[in-house]
């Protein structure tokens, strides 16, 4: 079991490079990097500030930036090297913790995701434990009352949950709570006077009335999965000979289930722990973009766009971690709850 | 091959699909959506279905442009059969008969004096309104659905064709092949693959096609696992082994009697691996990584939508189509799975 989850460890080291270097090598090959970007840039403030002064259109671009200056941001961003050794270079610098400068806003990018990152845990936490917080009694009561009116009722719910992803969700809450009767803010993770508010509870009110619409729709994209597994693993116990067992030597029926049927059902739960962690992280991209919410999601979204390569490379690396560590977890979890699983 | 015999157990596999209603009708209206929209053309178009014009009959639907002066109007350039109905109509010397949704999904109808998006309205013919470059709404639902559905219907097939293969493989042959594909598997499902896509389609443009290859990267995953694990139970049977004691190669093994004992369970993962394919393409366009700009698709549509919230037909027409079919498709799902996967409880009273 300890050799399983050491060789589980050490196989991160070569996910992790072999995932990074793939993005590594795309985003060299690429037109429209961060030197042309500034080229453009360059070009535009020549074109706005020289066709104000001066007629000369010509020549622009060289005018801005000549050929030494284009050399030294090559050598800057390490572009002047093969692109093994810059990304030899740059791997050595993340063991280091320095993910390099962003270009778009010449901060360092591990400073501008450790901003960012505290908002998307945040969302993340908090759906985790409301899914287990609805899942698991839902379920529950699912499993109990089969077949009954409740059954039925909250299935289409679990249902409709299934069917439709979670940023469509989003945007329909938007549609209706934020657009149409304005009971909820449009986005954001707190409003405008968030800086002004007297009290510190009178903030974190704030962030909670921001937050409800993207908690919902996170969480309407996770419930119905786990509240499916929590009903089918528990019907499955309560059919297996020791509850039936239990149940004929004279357990009241709620006390065999707490006592036995529970206990097992929760595994596959367990299983799902890390699963989450990367739906969390998969799913931020829609959802952050939708409420407009300032999270690791919506940077890596922006940074995209922008080509702001170092904040690709960071955001990548971050979630890259994230989603390692969350599946050696969720296996230890597994292992936890679970005596019989052996893994090899 | 008895891959298509129908042998009495998948009668009753067939039969127990069909006595759960809503997955089966709901599977009959998506088979005959997706049908007609092959022939979109006929039903959502800027042609005419037919013209009659002095007395001779033209079918503009498939075929070439018919230049205006053919139809007697004074331009060389595509006839707007739009304008032709009104005019013929008061001329009265033909008839022009239009499609039911009588715009294509690229075409501007733009009005003097007005700015899109306009609202939904009969008299005018877009019965869902435009979007935000005067685009009628319910033609790019339409073509937008068929692009999904095919995009998502090859993206099963190839993806199955090499999770099939490559898991069947791994689990028979096992081994070094084996040992080599889990590790690859490891380290490929680790990819957080929605933003791996999103930065290669953001560098290269991908067209439809290049679009499939860029999620089959990642899509190919689950079903060879799936397949792999099936395959692996399957060979340790007493059938399989029964075949081998006789003399059977392994190809035939694997194609005449472990692949036939895995299709009924490769079938319940269709459903499922449609709607995934819906939502891959959706989410994709929806954040502008997906199909480039003119291409109708939902994603492109909800993000419009979502971004003119005041122009709430946009948003709500594409969230009520998504909706249905996504549900629809899982309707299917559900009803398949309990056809050909049974389960039954005990219960207490």
Redesign the interface.
């Known amino acids: 079991m300890t050799q399983y989850f050491i060789r589980r460890l050490l196989l991160i080291v070569p996910t992790f490079i072999g995932i990074t270097i793939l993005v590594f090598v795309i985003t060299r090959f690429v037109p429209g990097g961060p030197i042309e970007r500034m080229i453009a840039e360059a070009q535009q403030a020549s074109m706005q500030s020289g066709g104000m002064t001066q007629s000369s259109g010509n020549g622009i671009g060289a005018a801005t930036l000549d050929q030494d200056q284009i050399k030294q941001l090559e050598e800057y961003y390490g572009f002047d090297k093969p692109v093994l050794v810059s990304y030899w270079d740059w791997l050595v610098k993340v063991v280091h913790f320095d993910l390099g400068v962003s270009t778009r806003y010449s901060d360092p990018v591990w400073d501008t995701i450790k901003e960012r990152l505290p908002i998307s845990a945040f969302y993340g936490i908090l759906t985790m434990l409301i899914t287990y917080f609805i899942s698991i009694p839902l379920g529950y009561m699912k499993a109990v009352r089969h077949n009954s009116h409740f059954d039925h009722v909250s299935s289409i719910v679990v249902f409709i949950g299934y069917a439709i992803p979670s940023y469509v969700v989003g945007i329909i809450l938007l549609v209706v709570f934020a657009s149409n009767l304005e009971w909820f803010p449009m986005g954001g993770f707190y409003g405008d006077e968030f800086e002004d508010m007297d009290s510190k509870l009178e903030q974190v009110a704030d962030v909670f009335y921001h937050a409800a619409l993207p908690l919902l729709a996170y969480v309407a994209g996770s419930f119905a999965v786990m509240t499916f597994m929590m009903k089918n693993s528990l019907m499955d116990n309560l059919a297996a000979d020791y509850v039936r067992t239990a149940i004929a030597k004279g357990i009241p029926f709620k006390k065999a289930i707490t006592r036995h049927a529970m206990r097992n059902s929760l595994i596959p739960i367990a299983t799902h722990f890390g699963n989450n962690i990367s739906v969390i992280i998969g799913g931020s991209f829609l959802i952050e973009k939708i409420f407009n919410i300032d999270g690791l999601g919506l940077l890596g979204y922006e940074s995209i766009v922008e080509r702001d390569y170092p904040i690709v490379l960071g955001v990548l690396v971050i979630s890259a971690i994230l989603q390692l560590f969350g599946n050696i977890l969720s296996d230890i979890c597994v292992a936890a709850v679970d005596p019989r699983v052996q893994f090899r | 091959m008895s891959l298509f015999q129908l042998n009495p157990l998948t009668v009753k596999k067939i039969n127990r699909f069909k006595s759960i209603r809503r997955g089966y009708y709901s599977f009959i209206i998506f088979v005959i959506l997706v049908l007609l929209s092959c022939f979109a053309e006929v039903l959502v178009n800027s042609r005419a279905l037919l013209v009659s014009y002095e007395g001779s009959l033209y079918f503009p639907t498939y075929g070439a442009i018919i230049p205006g002066k053919t139809l007697g109007l004074d331009y060389e350039y595509e006839t707007n059969y739009r304008d032709l109905q009104k005019i013929l109509k008061e001329k009265g010397n033909g008839f022009v008969v239009m499609p039911p949704i009588p715009f294509d999904p690229y075409e501007n109808d733009l009005r003097d004096g007005e700015f899109p998006p306009f609202a939904p309205s009969f008299e005018e013919g877009h019965y869902l309104g435009t979007d935000t470059i005067a685009r009628d709404v319910a033609a790019r639902l339409v073509y937008g659905f068929r692009t999904a559905i095919f995009f998502s219907l090859i993206l099963l097939v190839v993806s199955y064709l090499i999770g099939v293969s490559i898991g069947a493989a791994m689990g028979y042959f096992g081994g070094l092949f084996d040992l080599l594909f889990q590790?690859i598997i490891?380290?490929w499902s680790?990819?957080?693959?929605?933003?791996?896509i999103?930065?290669?389609s953001?560098?290269?443009i991908p067209n439809f096609f290049t679009l499939i290859a860029i999620v089959l990267l990642f899509g190919w995953i689950q079903m060879t696992w799936y397949m792999r694990t099936v395959t692996y139970k399957e060979k340790a049977r007493e059938y399989v082994m029964a075949a081998r004691a006789l003399g059977a190669s392994n190809a035939r093994v694997i194609f005449n009697h472990i692949l036939p004992n895995t299709v009924s369970i490769i079938i319940t993962f269709i459903p499922f691996s449609v709607?995934s394919g819906i939502?891959a393409l959706?989410?994709l366009d929806?954040?502008?990584?997906g199909l480039p700009a003119p291409t109708p698709s939902w994603g492109e549509l909800?993000s419009q939508?979502?971004n003119n919230?005041?122009s709430?037909w946009i948003?709500?027409s594409v969230?009520v189509a998504?909706?249905i079919i996504?549900?629809m498709?899982?309707f299917i799902g559900e009803a398949i799975r309990e056809a050909f996967d049974p389960?039954k409880?005990?219960?207490?009273e």
Request: hydrophobic fraction near 50%; proline fraction near 2%; avoid cysteine.
């Open positions: 590790r490891e380290i680790n990819i957080p693959f929605l933003y791996v999103m930065i290669i953001s560098i290269m709607a939502i959706t989410s929806y954040l502008g990584f909800l939508g979502s919230l005041e709430i948003v709500s969230i998504m909706t996504l549900v498709v899982t389960k409880h005990t219960t207490y």
